[in-house]
């Protein structure tokens, strides 16, 4: 059964470095997602990417976070100078339709912990 | 406004037994689905069951179905015959349907459920 895969599972971090979180979704969807979940905490939408540029994104997507799908099978999340808060779940989704129905396959998720 | 709600941050159910996790919802959109995903402890979200907003019918999957009240704005999830694997959180979610939006999934805080043998 296709999945969507991140790399790596887990990824520790100095503060201020830049991370970057890899995903590979399934080959024929069409709409890529990028949530996180700090522990304990509900999973909140960080950005949704369709058509090689992004459709929406939240308030947590600041400029410090970009996202791209630079060969047509990798989607990744880069962080560009981490912060203490970022410590979190970091779960890559996709989904191949538009509209309410269908649900979103999620990664196993990267836990990204920053020092 | 939360968009998602769930009141039950924890619960306890006897093996075998069914139990029942409560969500209701906001959105004024006429169009949206929702959904439950399990989380165990290893993290990853695992997709359970999809209820769709003209659905008439109550979704089920298995031993997962899902009480749809469209009128009072919930959709709670109904394991049957629990079982030690269903110990884990469980969250409910929504996706309003916007046309050409990114359409994306606001999720509800979860319930973390823990089945006794």
């Given amino acids: 059964e296709p999945e969507v895969t991140q790399t790596p599972s887990h990824q520790v971090t100095q503060m201020g470095q830049e991370v970057i979180l890899r995903c590979v979704p399934i080959s024929n969807h069409l709409y890529f997602y990028w949530y996180r979940q700090i522990l304990g905490q509900k999973v909140e939408f960080l950005v949704s990417f369709y058509n090689n540029e992004i459709s929406e994104k939240s308030e947590i997507f600041d400029d410090q976070f970009s996202v791209e799908r630079p060969d047509g099978s990798n989607f990744t999340l880069k962080i560009r100078s981490t912060k203490l808060e970022d410590s979190a779940m970091y779960f890559c989704a996709s989904r191949p339709n538009l509209g309410a129905r269908g649900e979103a396959f999620f990664g196993q998720g990267t836990r990204l912990t920053v020092v | ?117």
């Fill in chain 2, 1 to 117: 406004a939360q968009k998602i709600t769930q009141t039950q941050p924890g619960m306890f159910v006897q093996e075998k037994e069914a139990v029942t996790l409560d969500c209701t919802y906001d959105t004024s959109d006429q169009s949206y689905g929702l959904f439950w995903y399990k989380q165990p402890s290893s993290g990853e979200m695992i997709f359970l069951i999809y209820q769709g907003s003209y659905d008439e019918q109550n979704a089920t999957e298995g031993r997962y179905s899902l009480n749809f009240q469209k009128a009072r704005k919930s959709a709670n999830l109904v394991i049957s015959a629990s079982q030690l694997g269903d110990s884990a959180m469980y969250f409910c979610a929504m996706r309003e349907g916007r046309g050409n939006a990114g359409n994306m999934l606001t999720f509800g805080g979860g319930t973390r459920l823990m089945v006794k043998p």
